[in-house]
């Protein structure tokens, strides 16, 4: 099965700033595909990016991007021009397409200062 | 997308008691899983909720401690029995409708078990 490492318990950025989020996986799988997910203190759980492991290409969303690097088996999130409500909680997930299981890593809860 | 309607949102539970936790998705999907996330802990899979037959179990969880019903396309109920304040967490139904595709979360069941 596959493992999912975030190595940063907390972090913090100050509004405005950028900040990156680290995130490293471990899987014997060819095909796969890689999320961040949010979870802010009301528990939903907020899909933030999604990646497609045979992608070359980083994936962005608007504030939001990824730096993959399948060799290093890398997956980190910028977020870019940080603002109040990107405080929360944030999972790394890996996911098999031939099992739909999907492991979490133990998340990066980011803070964000005024 | 799909919206994840939980019920009990949270509940206070005696030792010994068992508590069944439902989930209602507003279209059909394919894929229904069950996580499990103790206090500041990340997600754990449960089972993958199957429907017209057995669950499917991940090592940890057994049919006699969390039995799971998915008795058509868009419900599926998880039983939490003979609760003990180990069991205290949120317990959250997800679903996709693609393998590879992303998980979308309803916003979680918060049991606590005295």
């Known amino acids: 099965a596959q493992t999912v490492t975030q190595s940063q318990p907390e972090m913090s950025v100050q509004e405005a700033e950028t900040v990156t989020l680290s995130c490293t996986y471990d899987?014997?799988?060819?095909?796969?595909?890689l999320f961040w997910y949010k979870q802010p203190p009301s528990r939903q759980m907020i899909l933030v990016i999604r990646?497609?492991?045979?992608?070359?290409q980083n994936a962005t969303e608007n504030r939001f991007s990824v730096n993959f690097q399948k060799a290093a088996k890398s997956f980190s999130l910028k977020i870019s021009d940080s603002q109040l409500g990107d405080a929360a909680m944030y999972f790394c997930a890996v996911g098999m397409y031939n099992n739909n299981d999907m492991r979490f890593g133990a998340g990066t809860r980011l803070t964000v200062k005024p | 997308s799909a919206v994840i309607s939980q019920k009990p949102s949270r509940d206070i539970c005696q030792r010994g008691t068992s508590l069944t936790i439902q989930c209602q998705v507003d279209s059909q999907v394919t894929m229904m899983f069950w996580y499990r996330q103790q206090p500041g802990q990340s997600l754990t899979l449960i089972a993958t909720?199957?429907?017209?037959?057995?669950?499917?179990?991940e090592s940890g969880f057994v049919i006699d401690k969390f039995p799971i019903s998915r008795p058509n396309l868009t419900f599926s109920t998880l039983t939490v029995s003979n609760m003990s304040p180990e069991d205290s967490s949120i317990y959250l139904c997800?679903?996709?409708?693609?393998?590879?595709?992303?998980?979308?979360f309803g916003e979680g069941s918060r049991l606590t078990v005295l």
């Open positions: 990646q497609e492991a045979y992608k070359q």
């Open positions: 899987t014997s799988e060819s095909d796969y595909y």
């Open positions: 997800s679903v996709t409708s693609r393998a590879g595709g992303e998980l979308f």
């Open positions: 909720a199957n429907q017209g037959s057995e669950a499917t179990y």
